[in-house]
């Protein structure tokens, strides 16, 4: 199932993110083609709706859609996802058919508190709710204290952690081809 695309959406717009980081992780595990959707989106606002929907938002729906699958890096800010996550989601919803609908999901999350974003990941369950998503429920891929887990290259140093990952993508990439 090396054919298999999978679209990445990190909820860290730095560049040099450990989400970030996790997702290309991630994104070598799953295999195939990777496209990372861009949030940097414009504030949702019904009136700028009204106007068109705007074309980074049209973007990020053409690479869900082209995509097999789809990889929520999502960290904790203040107990929950990142405003670019739910401004993101937001957006799909607007979008017709929504690209997220049906679509096998799965979701990580690197953090710097011990729990690794759990309730980050939980609360990102429920927004994908609406969007008619049942992301993966295991493995849970919690990268906690994760400052310290990451070489400078990127990878991941425990072993544990990139075994989880890459349990995880296994379900996804076996999901995503058996929806082909």
């Known amino acids: 199932m090396s054919d298999l695309t999978l679209a990445g959406l990190c909820g860290s717009l730095r560049a040099d993110s450990l989400n970030r980081k996790l997702m290309n992780e991630a994104a070598r595990a799953f295999g195939g083609r990777f496209t990372e959707g861009s949030l940097r989106l414009p504030l949702f606002d019904e009136d700028l709706e009204a106007q068109g ?91 906690g204290n994760a400052s310290g887990e990451f070489d400078e290259a990127g990878r991941l140093v425990a072993e544990r952690y990139a075994k989880q990952v890459a349990t995880l993508m296994d379900r996804l990439r076996e999901q995503a081809g058996s929806r082909r």
């Not at 401004?87 to 953090?111: F, H, Q």
């Not at 710097?112 to 980050?120: D, K, Q, Y």
């Not at 008619?132 to 429920?137: A, G, K, Q």
Request: proline share 12%.
């Open 53 to 143: 929907i705007p074309p980074e938002v049209t973007a990020l729906g053409a690479v869900i859609e082209a995509a097999d699958a789809v990889l929520f890096a999502c960290p904790e800010y203040n107990k929950a996802p990142p405003g670019v996550v739910k401004n993101a989601l937001d957006w799909l919803s607007r979008l017709k058919p929504n690209p997220l609908a049906g679509k096998p999901v799965a979701i990580v999350t690197a953090a710097g508190g011990r729990a690794g974003g759990e309730r980050s990941q939980n609360v990102l369950r429920w927004m994908l709710v609406p969007h008619r998503v049942e992301p993966l429920s295991w493995p849970e891929v919690l990268v």
